[in-house]
């Protein structure tokens, strides 16, 4: 494994004209696109799981429901955290 360097190659978008920023920026979106992220997947599978539990479960466990409510609004931040990262 190499370390990962401290120099950011990145090109500076205001240095960019308006055409190599809009290849730029599709390039960018093609590779998060088509990118596997593990964090992505694994707060939709527990958002589901969670969700299914949560639309099973009867009106007699309002505490129950109201935690898993909390837990699912975590997950559902956590996945837009990695979608944006």
Do not use: C, Q
């Not at 969670?50 to 609004?73: P, Y």
């Amino acid at each position: 494994l190499t370390p990962p360097s401290k120099s950011n190659s990145a090109k500076i978008p205001s240095k960019l004209s308006a055409e190599e920023l809009e290849e730029e920026l599709f390039d960018m979106f093609l590779k998060t696109r088509f990118h596997a992220s593990n964090v992505i997947g694994m707060a939709a599978d527990s958002w589901l799981t969670l969700m299914d539990r949560f639309l099973t479960l009867g009106d007699e466990r309002v505490e129950e429901k109201a935690e898993m409510k909390k837990k699912m609004l975590r997950l559902i931040d956590i996945y837009y955290d990695a979608l944006d990262a």
